[in-house]
Structures are given as structure tokens and as C-alpha cells.
């Protein structure tokens, strides 16, 4: 598969502020996904970005631990060549964050721990082309095993009204909605168990329907403005108008189920969709059918002064993923865990310069 159009051939000095970055820290995120393709390699994107041309650098990260940041750049640009990537809309890319939260919550239902979290169905079946129902919107990855072949599952509206009530699919139980709300969007949390156990909820499954952001529909009825639109102002919208929101979150349909899942070190984030656990500021998600996972990017967002009191100009290492994250030039920062990494990920939304790290197995005049 051909390297794409998509990208065009630069060179490490055309990016800004890369001798002052800290390629240690991308070195280890990296090093992780290095890890991890012995057990199974990744998928190759359709912008041609060939795993097994990755093989060179994985074999070396996995055999080394550079000493410093500046060995750990010698590694990059030894086994790289960064390639800009168009976005789509002929301007720059766009940069949003995500984070892991952390919320107290119950083994059990409570008076005061009363919505709950769930764990994936017995009935909720992957659905592809092979087992698609002629007339079921194409869109949907999951369906509803029934007597008469798969239907579209219970949307969020009636699961939260009881669809899957007596189940016993319920892992733990938080106290507030809009806390489980965004637990949804991030795919994953931290909970602080009321017997004393710290544990994790990571994503397994969803019902299948489109995400519908809370944001975009508060813009479009005119309750805030879209420039205003972050995590922060539509948590204090839900908390101005406790009764309507269900009226908000039920539009959309889309209901995420979960698993248990240890926290084994707690200065990282969760598995995500690369198998590997997420660093704080150094992983990202991207679009995984047009990009290649374990591939670095260079990310230059200037106008993003969150996560530093200074421009945002990291090698990330693409490691997750996400329905609203598409396009070429489209990424999710991860902020890390916890209340602070959702104030830095609650107001990331800046346009940014993708600069995919490309093998320099894959070059050989293919840009030219």
C-alpha cells in the first residue's frame, strides 16, 4: 500500500520546538507499544503507514533505555522522518483532550450511590456485514440478538428508564448522573470504592448509536454559546437545570458498558484501543482507520497553553481512539487522571500541526 498524498516530507528542523522537547517520555509510551506487538501487531491504516515498517525501531526500543532526552531524540530521528499531514479541510488540524475521571462510588445501590455502571449484555452481539440485517443503518458495529435475527439495540434513553433492569449487570454505582455521563464520553474512570478499594471501569462495549455531544446541543438551542462550549460550562449548565437533563443526555442515544480493570501502576492511565496503558500528555488518540497505532506525531498547537504556560509542541505516540476522532489531521490528548487532568482536558480545542513520524523504510522518494 502506497504512502498517501496526505503527507508531505519535512525535516526534523521544520518543527517547532523540537530540540526542547522531552523525547524521554515519548521513548517510554512508545516502548510500551513496542511491547505489546510481540503479543499482536497492530493494523495498518489506510494512509499506508505499514506496521511492519516499524519493525526496526520496535526491535531496538525494546532493547534499549536511553539515558537522557537527547539519546532518546538520536532514537527518533535515527529511525524516523516527520511528513505534515493535510487535513482535510485544507487548514490546520484540530486538538480536543480527554482524561481519566476519578469518582467515589458503591459496590452496591444506596441512598445516595443510586446510578449505575454496567457490563456488557449477554444479548449484545457485534454486528458486521456478514450478519447486517438488510435495512439496518450501517453505521451500527452492535446489535440486539432477538428470535428474529439482530435489531438495533436499547438506546441510552431506555436503558436509563430500565431496559436492562434485573440483569445484575450492574459493576458499581455512582451519585451522579452527569458523573456517569462523562465517565461514558471518557471510556474509562477511576473509582474510589466506599469499602476502601481504588478500581478501574474501562470501555467494553456500546450500544452502537451515533454520539450526540451534550455541547453541540446546547449550542444549537441558544443555552451557550459554541466558542463557550468546554467540559466545565456544561457541567455547571446540567448543574443550573437538574431537570433537564435527561432531556439533553437522552438525545444521545449512544450508551457505553464496561469491565473491571486493575489500576497496576497509578501514574498511568487506563488500556486503551492499542492494548497498552495511556501516559499523560504523551498519548493520543487518533483516527485508527486511517492511521497506524505505535506511530509518533509530532503535535504543534500554539494557541494550547493548558496542559504548560507555553505553547503545546509534544511527540505524542498514538495509542487510542475514538467514534468522534476522524479525519487525518484530528487528535484526542490524553490529560491523565483525576480532577486536575479534567481541567486541562475540559478546555482543550485548538487548532494544531500533525507531523506523523513515518519510518524511514517507507521513504525511498515516495513523497516526491
Not at 81 to 102: D, I
Not at 179 to 185: M, S, T, Y
Not at 314 to 322: E, H, K, P, S
Not at 334 to 349: K, L, T
Amino acid at each position: 500500500m502506497p504512502l498517501s498524498s496526505t503527507f508531505s516530507e519535512k525535516t526534523f528542523g521544520d518543527l517547532p520546538g523540537w530540540a526542547e522537547d522531552d523525547h524521554l517520555t515519548a521513548f517510554v509510551a512508545f516502548k510500551r507499544s513496542a511491547l505489546h506487538v510481540l503479543t499482536k501487531p497492530y493494523r495498518t491504516g489506510a494512509l499506508g503507514v505499514d506496521f511492519n515498517a516499524f519493525a526496526e525501531a520496535y526491535a531496538e526500543a525494546r532493547s534499549v533505555s536511553p539515558a537522557n532526552r537527547s539519546e532518546a531524540r538520536s532514537f527518533f530521528e535515527r529511525h524516523f522522518v516527520p511528513a505534515l499531514v493535510a487535513a482535510e479541510n485544507g487548514g490546520a488540524g484540530l486538538v480536543t483532550g480527554f482524561y481519566e475521571p476519578e469518582v467515589e462510588a458503591s459496590p452496591v445501590k444506596t441512598e445516595r450511590f443510586v446510578v449505575p455502571l454496567l457490563s456488557r449484555p449477554a444479548d449484545l452481539i457485534d454486528i458486521g456485514e456478514k450478519n447486517r440485517p438488510t435495512g439496518m443503518d450501517p453505521y451500527l458495529a452492535f446489535a440486539r440478538e432477538a428470535p428474529a435475527g439482530p435489531v438495533e439495540y436499547f438506546d441510552r434513553g431506555a436503558i436509563e428508564r430500565g431496559a436492562l433492569a434485573g440483569r445484575k449487570l450492574e459493576i458499581a454505582w455512582v451519585a451522579d448522573r452527569v458523573d456517569a455521563f462523562f465517565i461514558h464520553v471518557q471510556g474509562a474512570a477511576r473509582l474510589k470504592m466506599t469499602d476502601g478499594r481504588l478500581c478501574r471501569v474501562t470501555y467494553a462495549a456500546k450500544s452502537g448509536q451515533r454520539f450526540t455531544g451534550p455541547g453541540r446541543i446546547l449550542s444549537e438551542l441558544g443555552e451557550i454559546p459554541l466558542e463557550k462550549v468546554t467540559m466545565q460550562s456544561i457541567r455547571a449548565w446540567f448543574k443550573a437545570h437538574p431537570d433537564r437533563v435527561d432531556e439533553i443526555l437522552w438525545q444521545n442515544r449512544s450508551y457505553i458498558f464496561f469491565r473491571e480493570a486493575p489500576v497496576e501502576d497509578a501514574e498511568l492511565g487506563p488500556i486503551a484501543a492499542a492494548k497498552v496503558p495511556l501516559t499523560p500528555g504523551r498519548s493520543v488518540a487518533v483516527d485508527r482507520l486511517l492511521h497506524t497505532f505505535g506511530t509518533p506525531f509530532y503535535i504543534d498547537a500554539p494557541t494550547l497553553t493548558a496542559f504548560e504556560q507555553k505553547p503545546f509542541r509534544r511527540l505524542m505516540i498514538a495509542q487510542d481512539t475514538g467514534s468522534a476522532i476522524t479525519g487525518p489531521a484530528r487528535g484526542d490528548l490524553f490529560a491523565g487522571s483525576g480532577d486536575a487532568a479534567g481541567e486541562i482536558a475540559g478546555v482543550v480545542r485548538n487548532a494544531a500541526d500533525f507531523h506523523a513520524l513515518i519510518p524511514r523504510g517507507l521513504i525511498d522518494g515516495r513523497f516526491r
